[in-house]
């Protein structure tokens, strides 16, 4: 058997119907880890669906219990010589809310739907669609070796990313021996493009600001108090304009990143960022001047306003509210003091007239990334331009935020992200899907990369 026959047999799986039933029974787990009444469904999720479906690749398992024990761990092994590489790979089970009665169609977000290229479902694109491939490439490649593939594989699932990993570097630190490797491969998030393969090298950050103005309980009549009464909406949203200006440009030096590196300019000269006709058009005139599209979005700081409130809008009182309150949210590359985040910030509010103005952090994700002089990079996107005959885009970080941190900084490896979804897929929403001719192809990449990973006489 070769190369092409291994990925053949694994886009055959899609054509079958044996990856489309496999995704089919998984999607049906509704593992919403951010609803308590779900820990059975997540333990259930990797014990009776993914447990078997390792054992058939002849990786050995058990499951992790979490910390909090809400959220268990699957750590699945597969060892086949000590001189041959090995690559840890990463995925997670549980999902968003379903938001049932949301979908187009009325569609059940617990049973996967397919119509035309698209294949609806909760989970199909983050993140049970795409560890399902990663799967299903092993055993094509699995079956076109013989029964071996050639080198030394570890998987670890958790459950609670949706929740923002809380466990995962304690897990991954106790589990430290265990998951030792040459390589970290992932797949999540989105491609740059849906026709464009992608790599990315870690993950950019991202840091909860909260904004609240409390000045007095309660409304009072507009009428017998305008003019006197400070007006906490108006306070807090001119103090947002001293952070980040009407074109969203961050408006803090202390918050931004180093300056754009010559080699980062480099990678990402020829990433265009050209949304596809059903997803929303890049903004005229928006984010920090003098950079491109891709620079903004992947190796830019942004400062995003996710929520503003004061008074009831959808029935608004004739009465100048008593509080306002906003979240916002920094995201950073590396090299951000992020740490003094909220110091700069109070600062700022301090020194323009808004002492009334209470700040305070959330929800905190590290920024990451591998080194650009990695060899796996290159390794890794010429694997890629043989099986589809493009040369992939190779981003510095995900623009979102992953616990690529964990790998990258406590375990210490080389990380490689190579998502198979694309920015229209909905997650986190409403009619989440994955393409299937990109499933089809994200098949085709994994089992030429597994192919060439077992090829290797030695680690790089």
């Known amino acids: 058997m070769s190369r092409s026959d291994a990925i053949t047999r694994a886009r055959q799986q899609l054509h079958s119907g044996a990856f489309l039933a496999e995704l089919e029974r998984r999607v049906a787990y509704p593992t919403e880890s951010q609803n308590p009444a779900r820990g059975d469904t997540l333990r259930v999720y990797l014990e009776d669906e993914l447990t078997p479906a390792f054992s058939r690749l002849d990786f050995s398992t058990r499951l992790i219990e979490s910390p909090t024990g809400r959220n268990p761990y699957l750590l699945a092994e597969y060892r086949e010589s000590a001189t041959a590489p090995t690559v840890l790979m990463y995925g997670h089970g549980d999902v968003v809310d379903g938001m049932v009665g949301e979908w187009r169609d009325n569609l059940d977000p617990w049973k996967a739907t397919r119509s035309g290229n698209r294949l609806y479902g909760r989970g199909t694109a983050d993140n049970k ?20 593939l050639g080198f030394n594989a570890k998987f670890i699932i958790e459950t609670g990313e949706e929740i923002g990993s809380p466990d995962l570097r304690q897990v991954c630190e106790a589990l430290r021996d265990e998951l030792k490797a040459d390589l970290f491969v992932g797949s999540d998030g989105p491609r740059l493009a849906a026709d464009r393969p992608t790599i990315f090298l870690g993950c ?9 103005v409390n000045l007095r309980e309660g409304g009072h009549h507009s009428g017998n108090w305008g003019g006197v009464l400070a007006n906490p909406a108006t306070i807090l949203a001119n103090a947002i304009t001293t952070l980040v200006d009407g074109k969203g440009r961050l408006l803090l030096d202390q918050l931004k990143p180093p300056r754009l590196s010559n080699q980062i300019r480099s990678i990402l000269a020829d990433v265009k960022v050209e949304p596809a006709a059903d997803e929303p058009q890049l903004s005229d ?23 503003i409130s004061s008074g009831n809008i959808a029935k608004p009182a004739n009465a100048i509210p008593g509080q306002a309150h906003a979240v916002l949210q920094l995201r950073f590359v590396v090299g951000t003091k992020v740490d003094q985040a909220v110091d700069v910030i109070r600062a700022r509010l301090d020194a323009s007239g808004f002492a009334m103005v209470d700040v305070r952090a959330t929800q905190s994700f590290a920024a990451s990334r591998t080194d650009f002089d990695s060899p796996w990079i290159k390794w890794t996107a010429e694997s890629i331009r043989q099986t589809t005959g493009m040369l992939p885009a190779v981003l510095p970080n995900f623009g979102g935020s992953l ?3 964990v790998f990258s900084d406590t375990l210490g490896l080389p990380t490689i992200w190579i998502p198979h979804s694309y920015p229209g897929c909905s997650q986190h929403a409403p009619d989440e899907h994955i393409l299937l001719d990109l499933t089809e192809e994200a098949l085709g990449i994994m089992a030429g990369l597994f192919w060439d990973l077992g090829e290797m006489p030695r680690p790089l």
């Open 129 to 148: 669609g795409q560890h399902s491939i990663n799967m299903a490439a092993l055993h094509a490649v699995r079956e076109a070796r013989g029964g071996k």
């Open 403 to 405: 616990p690529n941190d």
């Open 285 to 307: 005139n928006w984010g920090e001047e003098g950079f491109s599209a891709a620079e903004r979005l992947y190796a830019w700081n942004t400062l995003e306003v996710l929520a």
């Open 204 to 212: 950019r950050g991202g840091i909860r600001i909260h904004l609240d």
